[in-house]
């Protein structure tokens, strides 16, 4: 019996210390599956599905008819175009899967057949049309990419014609304007219409209120693109302000995510920390055009002489505290066709001197000289100048010194805006310090095709203007594109001077990479999200 006593003993001992080893065991899993869904939640609680951004001086959210940057921006989120650009600058399907050309001046477009207007009806070829015609009809920063189409012939609903009045160079990056619903606005005068106050669009957001202190934008369930369509911000509240200095306070007080702004001297406002910064390429290009009909500029020599001589580093850091690019051509600012690696001509002044007396000009009694059928030349420049524009009249008088460093002497010609005007178009100069906006497309028919400021002509230059015109094959294209480059930099009729930066800030609390560009600087948003 007392055996047996023992055994009953031992039996529930085992049982008791096997229920509490499952019972701390359960305990530790519990315990530890708390602390995971904790973990979760924290992480989960974290993420913040809506930003914040500005739209300073309010004109329309309709971007057909706004001409405010931010609004051109912001709406890019709304609105598609047929083709779009990555930060490359290189096509990309958007509205248009594909196009092509049916002639020199006619281009076929297809269209994208699964997308719907943010009121749920169909995207189609009417609607191509219609916001054609309006853009033609209208004044908008957008006509421009409109105005060589002659007409537009509607071959099915997901197919258009479009028909040009003369060959356009790479004519398909104008078709990166907003397109707009034909049936939203039919009947309504586009410009003056309560509808411009929430249009509708087809792209990753919608409008979902426009009141007088601020847009909201919503996520848009029915988004056609798949593969972007799961983005994390869910609202995006855009602040009207009434001057860029209330967008900046705003900022500051963490009332805004990310703005945009040309400002050179923006740590004059935001100070230098609490935020991140992203400088991109602005689109103003400033050059000398080097007139080669002029006796003097007409010898490659003297283009290049002067080439070596400008110290572009030096006058951007003098005029614009450093902060602008220097420039060594048109397409020095990231476009996908120009090699990076390419040469550079570079600041060298002993290689201005040099490339003068390898040509047969000699330095003599404080000039640069050379006879000719008995006659002496000297070097002696004249450059034209806007004397409105501050900033260029002081960067002439950098140029100025920097020939006059290496013997060649300069006249400014600084005239009033109307009279530099003049000049510009009646090619009266020498030399003249020019800017234009930089295309978006990677045309170099500006700088060398007819009519140029430099009244330039190389025959290797005009064929291979004439070879782009028809090629689509990516690599060819770049190929040209780098041999017309090389022409830019080794012959010189143009001297690339400095682009401008524009900057990106926005808040350390917004997570996902920025990698704005001229064209766009919402690339990669759909993963963004505050925290």
Same mark, same amino acid.
């Given at each position: ?18 229920? #509490? ?14 602390? /995971?869904?904790?973990?979760?939640? *924290? ?41 779009? &650009? ?9 509205? *248009? ?13 297809? =269209? ?5 207007? !943010?009121?749920?009806? +169909?995207?189609?070829? !009417? ?16 006509? @421009?990419? #409109?105005?060589?189409? /002659? ?63 601020? #847009? ?29 200095? $209330? ?11 990310? =703005? ?23 689109? !103003? ?7 080669? /009909? ?12 002067? +080439?070596? /001589?400008?110290?572009? +580093? ?18 020095? %600012? ?24 390898? *040509?047969?000009? +000699? ?10 059928? @008995? ?23 950098l140029i100025k010194s920097n020939l006059e460093n290496v013997g060649i002497h300069v006249t400014i010609s600084k005239l009033n805006h109307d009279? %530099? ?18 295309? &978006? ?5 500006? @700088? ?5 400021? *430099?009244? %330039? !002509? ?9 070879? =782009? ?14 041999? &017309? ?24 609390? =917004?997570?996902? $990479? ?18």
């Amino acid at each position: 019996m007392k055996s047996n006593f023992i055994k009953y003993v031992f039996f529930i001992a085992v049982i008791v210390i096997v229920g #509490v080893a499952i019972y701390m065991i359960y305990k530790d899993d519990a315990q530890k599956d708390d602390s /995971a869904t904790n973990q979760t939640t *924290a992480q989960t609680s974290s993420i913040i599905t809506d930003l914040r951004m500005e739209i300073v001086s309010y004109d329309s959210i309709n971007p057909l008819i706004s001409n405010n940057r931010n609004v051109q921006e912001i709406t890019k989120l709304v609105f598609e175009p047929l083709i779009q &650009l990555d930060e490359n600058y290189k096509l990309q399907p958007c509205l *248009a899967t594909e196009w092509a050309k049916s002639g020199d001046t006619s281009y076929i477009i297809k =269209l994208r057949n699964n997308v719907k207007w !943010q009121d749920g009806t +169909s995207f189609t070829s !009417q609607d191509v049309k219609y916001t054609i015609d309006t853009l033609k009809q209208i004044s908008s920063i957008y006509s @421009y990419n #409109v105005q060589h189409i /002659a007409s537009v012939d509607i071959i099915d609903e997901d197919s258009v014609r479009l028909n040009l009045d003369t060959v356009i160079p790479f004519f398909e990056y104008n078709l990166i304007f907003p397109i707009v619903s034909s049936n939203y606005f039919s009947g309504q005068d586009i410009q003056n219409t309560d509808k411009n106050n929430t249009p509708i669009g087809t792209g990753m957001f919608k409008i979902d209120s426009n009141s007088e202190s601020t #847009v909201v934008l919503k996520k848009n369930p029915d988004w056609w693109n798949i593969s972007q369509k799961n983005a994390k911000v869910e609202t995006i509240n855009v602040n009207k302000y009434s001057s860029m200095g $209330e967008a900046y306070n705003a900022f500051k007080l963490g009332n805004i995510d990310i =703005l945009t702004t040309e400002n050179i001297n923006i740590e004059d406002n935001l100070g230098t920390i609490g935020y991140i910064k992203k400088e991109y390429y602005g689109r !103003q290009h400033d050059f000398i055009a080097l007139n080669t /009909a002029d006796n003097l500029l007409s010898r490659p020599e003297v283009r290049k002489a002067i +080439s070596f /001589a400008i110290d572009k +580093s030096g006058i951007v850091t003098s005029v614009f505290g450093g902060k602008y690019y220097t420039a060594d051509n048109p397409l020095d %600012y990231g476009n996908w066709t120009f090699d990076q690696n390419s040469s550079s001509t570079g600041y060298n002044p002993d290689q201005a001197k040099q490339v003068l007396i390898d *040509a047969g000009w +000699s330095y003599k009694y404080g000039n640069w000289q050379k006879t000719e059928n @008995y006659r002496t030349i000297r070097l002696n420049i004249n450059l034209t100048v806007d004397s409105d524009n501050g900033n260029q009249s002081a960067v002439a008088d950098l140029i100025k010194s920097n020939l006059e460093n290496v013997g060649i002497h300069v006249t400014i010609s600084k005239l009033n805006h109307d009279r %530099y005007e003049t000049a510009l178009n009646n090619r009266s100069y020498g030399m003249i310090i020019a800017g234009t906006n930089s295309s &978006l497309s990677p045309s170099l028919v500006t @700088y060398f095709g007819s009519g140029n400021l *430099a009244n %330039y !002509q190389n025959n290797d230059a005009n064929n291979l203007l004439n070879e =782009l015109l028809n090629l689509t094959d990516e690599n060819k294209i770049k190929d040209d594109t780098n041999k &017309l480059i090389e022409i830019y930099k080794n012959d010189v009729p143009y001297i690339s001077l400095y682009f401008n930066k524009m900057n990106v800030i926005y808040s350390t609390s =917004l997570v996902g $990479e920025v990698k704005p560009n001229q064209y766009n600087i919402f690339y990669g948003i759909e993963n963004w999200y505050r925290r």
